[in-house]
């Protein structure tokens, strides 16, 4: 148990279906992430969220939307996705200084597969 | 830019063998160094780290050196077991959030 949960741990979902991924961390972290994982490639970080702030988006695809309501918690809301989107996404939460370089925590993730 | 280069795999050993698995890094300035493993179905937890030249982490009798001069921070156990199976990333932070993962080194033990 790393202190940062996520669910559903699985969804399917059809290419016109709307959902969202849910992350919540127990930590008193200050900065949350979004990446993703596929098979064989390695671990793509898609967003990062410090003090509820945005700060980075790594040319993600429209399709995925994240929200970051307050510092414990991050969605990932997603619309008319493709079938290459399917992956293992994954939440991660650190507490960040100045200068960076802490330790992030991963949750378990969830397993999607867009049909 | 930062980057990290690990072994590719899949590692296969029988039990009580001896790991290392080797990792390399590129960086600009003084990262701090992490191993994760990733056991089936589950997400990223964290191994071991160290966060300046020579440093050593250890953890489940896992071992890594920060090496400056080879700019490398290989993971070595003495004797695995079958419940060490798993996926093992390095990873480097360098400053801001961005973390750089390796792309995984899978390892089956075998009874």
């Known amino acids: 148990e790393t202190g940062v949960t996520q669910t559903p741990r699985h969804l399917v979902m059809g290419m016109t279906n709307k959902k969202s991924l849910k992350c919540e961390q127990h930590?008193?972290?200050?900065?949350m992430y979004w990446y993703k994982q596929s098979a064989k490639k390695p671990l793509e970080l898609m967003f990062v969220?410090?003090?509820?702030?945005?700060?980075e988006n790594n040319s993600v695809p429209s399709r995925f939307s994240p929200e970051c309501p307050n510092s414990s918690h991050l969605f990932l809301h997603l619309h008319t996705l493709q079938p290459e989107d399917s992956a293992l996404y994954l939440c991660?939460?650190?507490?960040?200084?100045?200068?960076?370089?802490?330790?992030?925590?991963f949750g378990p993730g969830t397993r999607l597969l867009v049909l | 830019g930062d980057s990290v280069t690990q072994m590719e795999g899949p590692v296969t050993l029988s039990e009580e063998a001896f790991l290392t698995i080797n990792c390399t890094y590129t960086?600009?300035?003084?990262?701090?160094l992490f191993w994760y493993v990733q056991y089936p179905g589950e997400g990223l937890q964290l191994l071991l780290k160290?966060?300046?030249?020579?440093d050593k982490g250890s953890n489940k009798g896992f071992e890594a050196t920060y090496r400056k001069e080879t700019t490398s921070f290989h993971l070595e156990k003495g004797s695995v077991q079958v419940s060490d199976s798993a996926v093992y990333f390095c990873?480097?932070?360098?400053?801001?959030?961005?973390?750089?993962f390796g792309t995984g080194t899978s390892l089956t033990v075998i009874p």
């Open positions: 969220y410090n003090f509820k702030e945005q700060t």
């Open positions: 160290a966060t300046k030249a020579d």
């Open positions: 990873a480097l932070s360098e400053r801001g959030n961005q973390f750089y």
């Open positions: 960086a600009t300035g003084y990262p701090s």
């Open positions: 930590l008193g972290h200050n900065a």
């Open positions: 991660a939460s650190s507490q960040e200084a100045l200068g960076g370089r802490e330790t992030q925590y």
